[in-house]
């Protein structure tokens, strides 16, 4: 069908075209055939695109908030665990609108190396599925049959590098100085040793040092791993391809593009090749390009910082960047939280995000696919008495279970005796201590185990910005010791959390009496409730409140006549809290109605109170 509005992209592109023009030439030299290159990629990409996805990008251009209302639920996972491959996930979309959930992340499907994939990030070709999940073609028939469903669509846009397979690599490898300039070649240490005196180790456990040398003597950056190829994106011809590739998942009817490692992307001499000027150009200068080619698609930003180094990836309200960000920091204080049973390091976390412009539009998760990093405020810890070490061995012998009276089953990743410093991995019921509980046969602490799962996914939601749940965090799932015999996986403790989804344990989700129904209906009522109640937008006001207790954290949010207060039990024992207000309230999960001066907290209880 013959695009109806055939002035669309020049009026588009006319709106942009002096800022982005400026961009490029300011970081380009004023490369002239680049950015007419560019120009040249991005009308072709407008013209490629398919007419259904066109009107969704009208759609939304129309309510360009359409992410931050109080509607959307998350859901990650990984396309092989879940359902086998990209045809099994369609097949499974009536399990995925049953869960509630209308955003779906693909974790990395890409073609990349077996045995050198670090979990799918070292991408040998951004146009490939990787074939034991499907083909691209799958691909584009998964993501409609999600769009008719109202289901957006996340992937992963690995942009930091390539794998050493890739056919730049390859091409860099046998000689080609034009695929060589794709990335970072030395021939000698000199230059490489001079980065290494300020630019930090990401792995200094598993991959140490920020470059590898080849067989022939060649030296490349590798700051991840030796077989992922840091990109130079001085080089304008990295950028363009590399905007290509995203404008082609774009046209594969992706809604949402995760920028994975987006700080690490520009590499300077002298500094510490993390978040310098010219990567907030680059994310500007690709948020300019999908407003004109496909403004339905959002960015996320991934940056595993301090909330310091992550708002600025929001740009600003002239020039914004990315449309989403992770609140890393706040899973990490989530489960310090879970682990010393004291509120006030989280609730300090909650003052900084109420701060925030209410713009600024977070993905709030309890799990993710990857570790728990320790990176907490570790300033304000030491004036409590808390030093960063010993702080975080204890939270790390707590989650494995070492320290004593801990219900918590998680393993360590990257433990580093050295530093005295490791990162946690384990699915939310195992360290909440569902599994532990099941070992035990204790059906009491079974039932603590459970309301401590809840009461997180509560206080998660309570959040602004969208939900995300961690495929299998629906039912339950424990962590999964079977990669330990997966030759492939056993030296990555990741995959405790990454396994194969159960579906047995998905069956007894309508049972009432199973714990994996008791977490499935509970969540399944947290979303029906947040999104009956305009109060949970991200346009709300919303800050901490004290609660008097040091195990209770409480939550405020305001918007129109509503006011919702929100308190969370983080300890094993019943609280009481005095509830200072003049009005009775609703108790929006059970529908009761309350006029009382307190409230009663079971162990690991919540309650959403609604204030009208």
Known sequence: MADNYSNELGLRFKERYDELKWLYFELYHNDEKGFEYLSRL?????????????????????????YHGNDLVGMMLYVDNFAGDLKGVAKKLDYISESGVNYLHFMPLLESPKEHSDGGYAVSDFRKVQPELGTMDDLRRLTAKCHSRGISCCMDFVMN??????????????????????????????????????????????????????????????????????????????????????LYLANAGIDVIRLDAVPYIWKELGTQCRNLPQVHNIVRMMRIICEIVCPSVLLLGEVVMEPSKVAPYFGTTEKPECNLLYNVTTMASTWNTVATRDV???????????????????LNYLRCHDDIGWGLDYDWLRERGMEEVSHKRFLNDYFIGKFGGSVSRGELYNDDPQLQDAR???????????????????????????DADI???????????????????????????????????????????????????????????????????????LEEVRAANEVFVAQADFYP??????????????????????????????????????????????GEKHLKKYIDLKPYGFIWALIK
Request: aromatic share 14%; glycine share 6%.
């Open 455 to 525: 009461m997180l996914h509560a206080y998660m939601f309570t959040q602004s910005g969208i939900p995300v749940i961690y495929s299998g965090d629906e039912v339950g799932q424990l962590n999964d010791y079977l990669y330990h015999a997966d030759i492939n996986k056993k030296f990555d403790s990741r995959y405790l959390h990454r396994g194969k989804f159960d579906w047995k344990l998905a069956e007894k989700r309508s049972d009432p009496e199973s714990y994996q129904g008791r977490i499935f209906t509970a969540l399944k009522k």
């Open 161 to 246: 590098h390539t794998s050493d397979e890739h056919a730049w690599a390859k091409a860099a490898r046998e000689g080609s100085q034009e695929d060589k300039n794709r990335y970072f070649f030395f021939d000698s240490w000199d230059i490489p040793n001079g980065y290494e005196c300020t630019v930090p180790q990401v792995f200094p456990t598993t991959a140490p040092g920020n470059f590898t040398q080849l067989d022939n003597g060649e030296i490349v950056m590798t700051t991840f791993y030796p077989y992922q190829w840091d990109l130079n994106y001085a080089n304008p011809m990295v950028f363009n391809d590399m905007t290509e590739n995203m």
């Open 545 to 590: 409140i004290g609660t008097g207790s040091p195990n209770v954290l409480g939550l405020c949010r305001k918007y129109g006549k509503q006011k919702l207060l929100a308190l969370f039990n983080f300890c094993e024992e019943e609280r009481t809290i005095t509830f200072e207000h003049k009005r009775a309230y609703t108790d929006i999960i059970t």
């Open 424 to 450: 946690l991995c384990g699915t939310t019921a195992s360290l909440c201590g569902i599994e532990a509980a099941l070992w035990d046969q204790d059906d009491k602490a079974l039932a603590v185990a459970v």
């Open 344 to 362: 006030r390091l989280l609730k300090r976390q909650m003052e900084k995000l109420s701060e925030l412009p209410k713009d600024y539009v977070f």
């Open 42 to 66: 991005i009308k072709q990409y407008y013209t490629d695109r398919d007419d259904s996805l066109k009107a969704l990008d009208r759609e939304r251009e129309k309510t360009p908030d359409w």
